[in-house]
């Protein structure tokens, strides 16, 4: 049942990609290059997910069996969960608060030091690598224009 699922859902994300990549292709440059540059690896990645499906089921079911382990009990599983749930939340909150380019190294920063438990050069450095993909890509590439966020709308910075 399991590999039958899979099997459609790899279809249909194989549809909605191919759809999208062959609708982009008509748009400018500027409007296309998302479309493309999500939906090109998203198809190569759900053909590959039904080829391996397809080609031999018994080797993909056996991968995809795990067990938890003795000291990780359905309490530990849960908890570990709805910390995950937590920090999307917090990011989500974050971006419309704060916007995305500060919300996004913000994040970056306290999950690398709160949840990572790394150091502090570690996680400024991974911050300032982040915000510096994030401006070049988003501002100074595809001049991209970003809301303010919340906040920066209530004290009149936006």
């Known amino acids: 049942m399991h590999s039958k699922a899979s099997l459609v859902l790899g279809i249909a994300i194989m ?63 849960g908890r ?6 937590a920090w999307m939340s917090g990011f989500f909150a974050a971006i419309v608060l704060l916007g995305f380019p500060i919300a996004v190294p913000l994040f970056v920063f306290l999950y690398a030091k709160l949840q990572g438990r790394e150091g502090w ?3 400024l450095g991974l911050s300032a690598a982040v915000w510096a993909f994030f401006y ?15 906040i920066q709308q209530w004290v009149g910075l936006a």
């Open 15 to 77: 549809a909605v990609s191919a759809a999208v990549v062959v609708m982009a292709l008509d748009w400018p440059w500027k409007a296309k290059l998302f479309p493309l540059i999500i939906g090109i690896p998203v198809f190569c990645m759900a053909a590959a997910e039904v080829a391996w499906g397809l080609l031999d089921p018994a080797a993909r079911s056996q991968a995809m069996e795990f067990t938890l382990s003795g000291e990780a009990g359905a309490g530990h599983t």
């Open 80 to 85: 570990k969960t709805l910390v995950a749930i």
């Open 121 to 123: 050069g570690t996680s």
């Open 136 to 150: 070049g890509i988003f501002d100074r590439l595809l001049h991209v224009p970003i809301p303010a966020g919340w």
